[in-house]
């Protein structure tokens, strides 16, 4: 099965811009969550958000270039593993105007139950949205 995946374009605020005149690393960890948090919300029914939500074991980002103030970026994130309770899902930060990689993540996440707040299975139904069924 191959992962879908989601994107979505934002502009590098002036808040955004470190001591140095490029984008602070913790803005990368913020744009990876928040790609993250949009592409949940999109593929999963609220009725599964009320009950179940994901944590952050640990996040590996790799910056390979400098963001600058007010350019546009693209945030494209896919699911690339799946196990039991844990989810290992890739983000690529990539400079709208010529296509170049600027940072890229990979993120391992837990899947929680909202109201005992322990780690939950994983099941068929909630990992479908987000590959692409081969017999279709």
């Not at 919300?41 to 609220?46: A, G, I």
């Not at 007010?70 to 690339?80: D, N, P, Q, S, V």
């Not at 993120?107 to 322990?118: I, K, Y």
Request: charged share 25%; proline share 7%; net charge neutral.
């Amino acid at each position: 099965m191959e992962p879908i995946p989601f994107q979505f374009e934002i502009t590098v605020p002036h808040n955004a811009i470190d001591h140095f005149g490029h984008v602070n690393n913790v803005f990368y960890l913020k744009w990876v969550q928040e790609v993250a948090e949009k592409h949940w919300k999109q593929k999963t029914p609220k009725s599964v958000r009320e009950k179940l939500g994901w944590v952050v074991l640990d996040h590996f980002i790799k910056y390979k270039h400098p963001g600058f103030e007010h350019e546009r970026l693209i945030l494209k994130t896919w699911i690339e593993s799946y196990g039991n309770v844990k989810s290992i899902r890739r983000t690529e930060v990539i400079r709208k105007e010529d296509h170049v990689l600027i940072a890229e993540a990979r993120t391992t996440w837990c899947l929680m139950d909202l109201e005992n707040f322990r780690p939950t299975r994983i099941t068929p139904d909630i990992t479908a949205p987000y590959f692409e069924n081969p017999a279709t």
